[in-house]
T-cell receptor, first 111, second 114 residues
Framework: GQSLEQPSEVTAVEGAIVQINCTYQ??????LSWYQQHDGGAPTFLSY????GLEETGRFSSFLSRSDSYGYLLLQELQMKDSASYFC????????????FGTGTKLQVIP | EAGVTQFPSHSVIEKGQTVTLRCDPI?????LYWYRRVMGKEIKFLLH????????ESGMPNNRFLAERTGGTYSTLKVQPAELEDSGVYFC????????????FGQGTRLTVV
């Protein structure tokens, strides 16, 4: 089977940097994605790592290490609107469309 | 362009009743997915349609769940009879290509079975 672990909650100060880690166990790993979900809203795609290394998109960056089965999402210059749940998701090469999500990390940004 | 829309946004039903959820994907998106999030747990894959065909339904929990996509446009997910453990948020997503990372999610239907 597949499993993903990420912290359940993180609190950070506005303007600071926060890192949300994700470790996974899966067969036939294809790539790691990150999604953001505000309360009551739809999950929104943030980033995807198919290869090792860092992907940067504005204030958000995502990192992947295949050898360590580990990735993280880095949020810089935190804003109050970044308060949301963040999910890592593994795309399995064996099940092309079956993406497995983690349990989510609830980020609270405080003034 | 309209996004993925789901109806209803909330549904409260009694155990044993039937509920039908609807998803209207983005126009022209052949790929449609259903996911479910049970309170505090991960978002779990239920099934994937390509047009009107079920590409993968390995995530459907049991035969009380029936998904259809007649005509390859909107999709329905019926739960009959509903059980308490079916409570959760049901998400629909659609994509034009088969690259899931390009999928767009709907707002979800919050189902509460009492």
């Amino acid at each position: 089977g597949q499993s993903l672990e990420q912290p359940s909650e993180v609190t950070a100060v506005e303007g600071a940097i926060v890192q949300i880690n994700c470790t996974y166990q899966t067969s036939g790993f294809y790539g790691l994605s990150w999604y953001q979900q505000h309360d009551g809203g739809a999950p929104t795609f943030l980033s995807y790592n198919g290869l090792d290394g860092l992907e940067e998109t504005g204030r958000f960056s995502s990192f992947l290490s295949r050898s360590d089965s580990y990735g993280y999402l880095l949020l810089q210059e935190l804003q109050m609107k970044d308060s949301a749940s963040y999910f890592c998701a593994v795309k399995n090469s064996g099940g092309y469309q079956k993406v497995t999500f983690g349990t989510g990390t609830k980020l609270q940004v405080i003034p | 362009e309209a996004g993925v829309t789901q109806f209803p946004s909330h549904s409260v039903i009694e155990k044993g009743q039937t509920v039908t959820l609807r998803c209207d994907p983005i126009s022209g998106h052949d790929n449609l997915y259903w996911y479910r999030r049970v309170m505090g747990k991960e978002i779990k894959f239920l099934l994937h349609f390509v047009k009107e065909s079920k590409q993968d339904e390995s995530g459907m929990p049991n035969n009380r769940f029936l998904a259809e996509r007649t005509g390859g446009t909107y999709s329905t997910l019926k739960v009959q009879p509903a059980e308490l453990e079916d409570s959760g948020v049901y998400f629909c997503a659609s994509s034009h290509s088969q690259i899931f990372t390009e999928a767009f999610f709907g707002q979800g239907t919050r189902l509460t079975v009492v």
